[in-house]
């Protein structure tokens, strides 16, 4: 008995089988295959739960597996189809019933639960990580195609790692890492203040888009504040269906922030995100902490949502920028704000925002799909770029490390001279060239 499923029995029900999630769908898209749907696999979620599909056959472990959890189906459906949370419950019952896993399935498993459960290991990890991708050693294996040689899944994950690090126009526009905001701002008052979520992949990967961050939020009258205790918000362990990895560093993050009482829980990346706002559900059985979870997923927000509470400070003209915007999955199916990072950057003056065709559908990355699934995800991240393509942009920015990667990755590979960026390093660069900052002593 799938135990997890049986628990959502209520949520399976609700959907109606009337097909209106398939062309929101970028698997059904690619495949055509009813069960790469997400009327298909509440459809095999059912069939398990009723005992008339064995939980470890072929059939159901492939199409779970080969969804990407963008939760782009949610919005479409009429019916109100908690999907992301059944995909969920079905990858937990997976986990548990010990059936035979590929070598990157068990790869997966073992780094989840020895690696980026320990905060030191994960810290160290990065580190190491970080200290490749600044040996250059990355882009030479690929630059030379001895990578790809070895094989292209090993030559898209070097590229994967090379791409997350600052962009030629985040170098030219952006360097701001030795300096701090030097204008004047709103009382320093609890009030006023906030709270930076980092994360593990930003602040391991990325950290200048949260250093970034707090310079764009002190401009804006928002004294930044970081609890130490913090660290991973879970997403890609109950993605992957650890959801009891997922509750321990669920409370973890409750009780380190839980310090800062009121302040609100700014995020920058759409994945981190969605999942802290999800922290509510996935302790709601939890008796210690189920009213603590609620609470603090109504204090989560994204760094958009936060400026445009107010009115956002106008920073310097950026002429000759033409940038396009791609949407996080989890922004806007997870967090609700998939139009605050377009507002947050038509603020800076002077630059040229295109649309692209097919921003809220996903780009492959979710995760760590780009590397379980390649080929599927290779398909998807081709129409994307196809799309990227036809808007003539140089940058492209989004608010997602994973989608960053993926996009970055896919268009080197593909010759497209592209920068991808973050929004908000957009907006802090135009406070650079307005003299809001100044270096440290």
């Known amino acids: 008995m799938a135990s997890v499923l049986e628990a959502e029995e209520e949520k399976l029900l609700a959907c109606i089988h009337c097909g209106l999630c398939l062309q929101a769908c970028p698997t059904y898209v690619q495949t055509g295959d009813e069960n790469d749907s997400p009327r298909g696999r509440v459809y095999l979620m059912r069939a398990v739960r009723e005992e008339r599909l064995a939980l470890n056959s072929t059939t159901f472990t492939d199409h779970i597996n080969r969804c990407l959890g963008c ?93 997350s690090g600052p962009a030629k126009l985040a170098q030219t526009l952006n360097k701001t890492t030795d300096r701090t905001f030097a204008g004047k701002r709103k009382a320093d008052d609890a009030a006023d203040s906030v709270c930076l979520f980092k994360g593990c992949v930003m602040e391991g990967l990325f950290g200048r888009v949260n250093r970034a961050t707090s310079r764009v939020l002190e401009v804006n009258g928002y004294p930044v504040r970081s609890p130490q205790r913090q660290g991973c918000c879970g997403a890609l362990h109950a993605h992957a269906g650890d959801l009891a990895g997922a509750r321990e560093l669920a409370k973890r993050n409750i009780e380190a922030f839980e310090a800062e009482p009121g302040s609100p829980i700014i995020t920058n990346a759409g994945g981190c995100g969605a999942m802290l706002v999800s922290y509510a559900h996935l302790l709601e059985h939890d008796h210690e902490y189920a009213e603590r979870a609620v609470a603090f997923s109504a204090r989560v927000r994204d760094i958009s949502q936060q400026l445009a509470s107010n009115d956002i400070v106008s920073g310097a003209s950026m002429p000759d920028q033409k940038v396009t915007y791609d949407a996080s999955c989890h922004l806007i199916y997870g967090q609700h704000a998939g139009n605050a990072p377009l507002s947050m950057m038509k603020t800076i003056p002077g630059l040229e925002l295109v649309p692209l065709e097919g921003a809220e559908m996903c780009c492959g990355g979710a995760g760590v799909y780009n590397l379980l699934e390649p080929d599927l995800s290779s398909e998807i991240l081709k129409d994307k770029l196809a799309h990227v ?53």
Not at 126 to 147: N, Y
Not at 405 to 432: C, F, N, T, W
């Open 389 to 441: 393509e036809k808007t003539g942009a140089a940058v492209l920015a989004t608010g997602n490390p994973g989608c960053h990667m993926q996009i970055g990755a896919g268009a080197r590979l593909a010759g497209m001279k592209l920068e991808v960026v973050h929004p908000v390093e957009l907006l802090d660069a135009s406070y650079r060239n307005a003299g809001f900052y100044e270096n440290k002593q």
């Open 71 to 163: 939760r782009a189906c949610e919005p479409a459906c009429p019916s109100g189809v908690q999907y992301g949370q059944l995909l969920e419950a079905a990858r937990s019952d997976l986990l548990t019933s010990q059936q035979k896993t590929n070598v990157p399935q068990r790869l997966l498993r073992f780094v989840l639960r020895n690696v980026w459960s320990r905060k030191w290991m994960l810290s160290a990890s990065f580190g190491l990580s970080k200290a490749f991708r600044e040996s250059k050693l990355p882009r030479l294996l690929v630059k030379t195609k001895l990578a790809r040689f070895i094989s292209p899944r090993l030559e898209f994950a070097l590229e994967l790692l090379d791409r």
